[in-house]
């Protein structure tokens, strides 16, 4: 007989870990206990050998583990023997738990949604049931140690029933939190349209029949408030769409299984597994042309965002509904999601015409995530419920805490420390004041969860993102350290991987402040975390009216033309030109010629508004990255040919030239030959300039790993295609758990403040 402890890091606490270690204990005769504490779940085995091998092999790779238990390390050490007479799930310290993060929420699990279809069981149809496997976490917890009376369920004492379970080991509710059941739990409250109680027998099928009719209802999820629609309904879509303020933004539509997404969606393999993952994110995959979706669903997107129900209340009504629906997060344009029944009623009166509240509170808020397959792997795209607070393993410590304060757009911010760095949920754009007070108290509440105070506060060099005013302004002693935005990018995807550095980074995105106080965003760097040198870079393009340009790429189009046949831009042939007065013609032109209130860009996001806007005849963009989104949908996939470009490499740093490719994608454009092959051509040829600019920093630096970051990498084609391009010659690494864009920013400044910290 004899010893081991089992130390086992990753996600496993909140998820049924436990319970699971006790069963598989038991059925390899292994005596002990099991016990949470600040660095995960320690285990202490005793049994003979053979016993102790075949426990610690099922703890590896037994198929039963909880599914939303991530192990990410497991270190074995021999102990004495001790004679215990069985395996005991302890107490933990509340001082040693009070460390650990807090587990994300995780998506109703297969024998709770039998449960609730089960006409005997005592569960039959109640729209809070969970279990340990299953059930809100992060989004109801006030406080750290992750318990029932830290969670908003503290409020319903759990009834005789529901006690037994929790108390009871081998119950898959021992110990599940937010254990409900409808003698004891939370209940659903029907509003009307002017937030009237409303008499219903049952609140899911009035809001099915309401779904039915037309008619928009709010109703709370887990992370906030939601409006849901018919998604087959081109009236009830549009009035959402109306009702919002919301013009051209694809909605999320929700289906109850992996059979009704397949009915709007072209899924592979990687896409059903993420969307049945127990983080249920918005999977974007492509829209079937038969999919019945109403065109206002995502208007002229050729992809649409697909969800699985991911509590029993969304599974009940989409049921009951019998149809897919439009769930989208309930806010009026870009604010943040309402989480609370008043405020609710409040801002959402005049948008729903029903309301589906319940007594459950929500703390903190968490927007659905999003995400896609990119060269046969998952990105996230959003990283919000079911993946928040979830830490990520850091290849540099925090020997001091680290808080990162993000950008300014798909702002997340993050934490570091010891080895893990922590992001916060999705906050989205810090430019209204009522998203901006969300972001300072979902900082204040992750760092009391974690329990610690920022002894460096990260940031980004634009002097007016909000998030660096904060961190600059927060400052209690900390100290502050500017990260540039691309080099923070690139470090970003090196922490996700594990990297140790020096890479070869492309950074591409559509702008970030850089050194020099010009407008980045096609960047070569040579990067670990503390320096980077920036080796090269794209010709600027000129934005006249600097933002406004943004909005309107008709303007980034015709300054591209311009540049390209040296200030006499063909315009008379194409119909986009045609759509815009001559007088702003005439103006942006003269604006171009004489550098006025133009800023030059280098961001390859804005080539793509430009061929965009040229190509389709899109003088508008009503979101970022909608005419880039268009221009991808519209490249034709068959075809491989490219432009001409030169990379410069006298300056420092080197300069990509696309003027050859714009001139001839104009002549082709002028010929009559098809948008969708001239689109496929202009990605093809940023796909080569790609593989030729990392050859180029490899003759000097050598052939070091390559990191994919920036916004751009969301568009698959050009992340496949270069990755075609450098592989197998160079290991390249694109993001999955982290967004390539904005939203993964923090992590990028948090390792990189680390870094710098240890030489200062
Ligand atoms: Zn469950
Ligand atoms: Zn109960």
Known sequence: MTGRRIRVQGTVQGVGFRPWVYRIARDAAVTGRVRNDSAGVTIEAFGAPAALDEFVDRLAHDAARPPAAVIDHMIEQPIAFEPAATFSIDASAVT?????????????????????????????????????ACGPRFTIVRSAPYDRLATTMAAFAMCPACQREYASVDDRRFHAEPNACPVCGPRLDLRGADGRPL??????????QALQDGLIVALKGIGGFQLACDATSED????????????????????????????????GAPERTLLLSP?????????????????????????????????????????????????????????????????????????????????????????????????????????????????????????????????????????????????????????????????????????????????????????????????????????????????????????????????LGLAFDGTGYGTDGGAWGGELLLADYAEFTRLATFRPLALPGGDMAIRQPWRTALAMIDDAFGGEAPIEGFPLFRRIAHADLDVVLRMVHRGFNTTPAHGVGRYFDAFGA?????????????????????????????????????????????????????????????????????????????????RAGARGAGRLPVVLSGGCFQNARLAESI??????????????RVPPGDGGLALGQAVVAAARARSL
């Not at 933004?249 to 997404?261: I, S, Y």
């Not at 990260?483 to 090196?494: K, R």
Request: hydrophobic share 45%.
């Open 96 to 132: 040693a738990e009070a460390h650990v993060s807090i587990p994300p929420d995780l998506a109703t699990c297969p024998a709770c949604l039998s449960e609730i279809h089960d006409p005997a069981d005592r569960r039959h149809r109640y729209p809070f049931t969970n279990c340990t």
């Open 199 to 208: 008499a219903a027998a049952d609140a899911v099928t009035a809001a099915a």
């Open 236 to 267: 009830a879509v549009a009035r959402l769409r109306a009702r919002k303020h919301r013009d051209e933004k694809p909605f999320a539509v929700m289906v109850r299984t992996l059979a009704d997404a397949e009915t709007l969606a072209d899924l």
């Open 279 to 503: 983080e249920r994110p918005i999977v974007l995959a492509a829209r079937r042309a038969e999919s019945g979706l109403a065109e206002a669903v995502a208007p002229g997107n050729p992809l649409v965002g697909v969800l699985l129900a991911n509590s029993p209340l969304h599974d009940l009504l989409l049921e009951a509904a019998a149809r897919p629906l439009v769930m989208t997060s309930g806010n009026v344009s870009d604010e943040p999601i309402v989480t609370g029944n008043t405020d609710a009623l409040d801002r959402l009166r005049g948008v729903a015409d029903l309301f589906v509240l319940h007594d459950r509170e929500i703390v903190t808020r968490a927007d659905d995530s999003v995400a896609r397959v990119v060269a046969g792997r998952p990105v996230v795209l959003r990283r919000a419920r079911g993946y928040v607070p979830r830490a990520i393993e850091s290849p540099v410590a925090f020997e001091a805490t680290v808080l990162a304060c993000g950008a300014q757009l798909k702002n997340t911010f993050c934490y570091g420390r010891g080895t893990e760095a922590v992001l916060g949920p999705h906050i989205g754009d810090l430019d209204s004041v009522r998203v901006f007070r969300d972001y300072e108290a979902a900082i204040a509440r992750l760092g009391q969860f974690l329990g610690v105070t920022p002894e460096i506060v990260a940031h980004d060099l634009h002097p007016d993102y909000l998030s660096t005013r904060y961190a600059l302004g927060v400052n209690h002693g900390a100290v502050a350290v500017g990260v540039q935005h691309h080099h923070a990018h690139i470090a970003s995807g090196m922490a996700e991987h594990g990297l140790r550095g020096p890479v």
């Open 614 to 694: 040229l190509l389709l005849g899109r003088p508008f963009a009503s979101y970022e990255g909608q005419i880039a989104i268009e221009l991808d949908g519209a490249a034709d996939p068959a075809e491989r040919g490219r432009y001409d470009y030169a990379i410069d490499q006298l300056p420092s740093p080197w300069q990509v030239d696309l003027r050859p490719a714009v001139r001839a994608a104009v002549f082709e454009f002028l010929g009559g030959e098809p948008a969708g092959r001239i689109s496929a051509r202009v990605h093809n040829t940023i796909a080569a300039v790609s593989v030729d600019l990392v």
């Open 723 to 736: 990755l075609r391009g450098l592989q197998p010659e160079f290991t390249v690494h694109l993001h999955q």
